[in-house]
C-alpha cells in the first residue's frame, strides 16, 4: 500500500469514528450533546483534528445524516421483496420507513430536522438521498411518479413527526398507514409493477 493511499484510508478511518462518536452521543443523550469538544474527547483526538475532517458540527451531522439516508434506502429497497401485489409492497416500503424512523430516532432526526445545508429536491442531492426517493418512487402509482412519491414520502414524514410529539394516538397506527396507502393508490384495481432487488 502506498503512503497516499494509507493516508487516505487512516482519514477515512478518523472520519468514520467521528460520525460513529456523533450518532452514539446523539442517541444516548440528544443532539444537544454532540460537540466538537465532546467528539473530541470521545474519539481521543484534538478539536484540531476534527476541524480537518469537518468544517463544523452541522457538517458532522450532515455525514451523520447521509449516512442514515444509505441505511434507509436499503431498508426501502429490500421492503418489498417478496410482493408482488401493488398495494402490498407499498405497504411494506411504508412499514419500512416507519420502523426505520422509530428505531433510529436520532439519525432521522439529523436527517430531517437538524441544520445540515444537505439539498433534496435539486441535483446535487447526496446519491443515498436519491436511492431512498427511488425506493419509494419504486411503488407509488404510475403518472406523475415524482409528485405521487412527494406525497407519499410527505405522508410518512407527517405520520413520523406527529406520532412522535404524541399528537396523534398511537392505537391507531395500522389504521393511518392503511388509509395513507389506499389514498395514494386510489382504488382497489390498481397494480404496480413490483421490482425486487437482484
Given at each position: 500500500?502506498?503512503?497516499?493511499?494509507?493516508?487516505?484510508?487512516?482519514?477515512?478511518?478518523?472520519?468514520?469514528?467521528?460520525?460513529?462518536?456523533?450518532?452514539?452521543?446523539?442517541?444516548?443523550?440528544?443532539?444537544?450533546?454532540?460537540?466538537?469538544?465532546?467528539?473530541?474527547?470521545?474519539?481521543?483526538?484534538?478539536?484540531?483534528?476534527?476541524?480537518?475532517?469537518?468544517?463544523?458540527?452541522?457538517?458532522?451531522?450532515?455525514?451523520?445524516?447521509?449516512?442514515?439516508?444509505?441505511?434507509?434506502?436499503?431498508?426501502?429497497?429490500c421492503a418489498p421483496e417478496g410482493h408482488t401485489d401493488?398495494?402490498?409492497?407499498?405497504?411494506?416500503?411504508?412499514?419500512?420507513?416507519?420502523?426505520?424512523?422509530?428505531?433510529?430516532?436520532?439519525?432521522?432526526?439529523?436527517?430531517?430536522?437538524?441544520?445540515?445545508?444537505?439539498?433534496?429536491?435539486?441535483?446535487?442531492?447526496?446519491?443515498?438521498?436519491?436511492?431512498?426517493?427511488?425506493?419509494?418512487?419504486?411503488?407509488?402509482?404510475?403518472?406523475?411518479?415524482?409528485?405521487?412519491?412527494?406525497?407519499?414520502?410527505?405522508?410518512?414524514?407527517?405520520?413520523?413527526?406527529?406520532?412522535?410529539?404524541?399528537?396523534?394516538?398511537?392505537?391507531?397506527?395500522?389504521?393511518?398507514?392503511?388509509?395513507?396507502?389506499?389514498?395514494?393508490?386510489?382504488?382497489?384495481?390498481?397494480?404496480?409493477?413490483?421490482?425486487?432487488?437482484?
Open positions: 500500500m502506498g503512503v497516499a493511499e494509507r493516508k487516505k484510508r487512516e482519514r477515512d478511518d478518523r472520519e468514520r469514528r467521528i460520525t460513529a462518536a456523533a450518532r452514539q452521543i446523539a442517541t444516548a443523550e440528544g443532539w444537544e450533546a454532540v460537540t466538537i469538544r465532546r467528539l473530541a474527547e470521545a474519539i481521543e483526538y484534538s478539536q484540531p483534528v476534527l476541524y480537518s475532517h469537518f468544517a463544523n458540527r452541522d457538517a458532522i451531522v450532515a455525514a451523520v445524516a447521509v449516512e442514515g439516508f444509505r441505511e434507509l434506502a436499503d431498508a426501502l429497497q401493488g398495494r402490498d409492497a407499498m405497504r411494506a416500503v411504508a412499514s419500512a420507513y416507519l420502523a426505520f424512523a422509530w428505531k433510529q430516532p436520532a439519525i432521522y432526526e439529523a436527517m430531517f430536522a437538524m441544520p445540515t445545508g444537505l439539498r433534496f429536491a435539486e441535483a446535487d442531492a447526496p446519491p443515498a438521498a436519491r436511492d431512498a426517493f427511488a425506493a419509494l418512487a419504486a411503488v407509488v402509482p404510475a403518472g406523475d411518479v415524482e409528485t405521487a412519491t412527494e406525497t407519499f414520502w410527505a405522508a410518512l414524514h407527517g405520520l413520523v413527526e406527529l406520532d412522535r410529539a404524541g399528537r396523534i394516538r398511537p392505537s391507531a397506527r395500522e389504521e393511518r398507514l392503511t388509509l395513507a396507502v389506499n389514498g395514494l393508490l386510489g382504488h382497489e384495481g390498481y397494480a404496480v409493477a413490483v421490482s425486487t432487488k437482484d
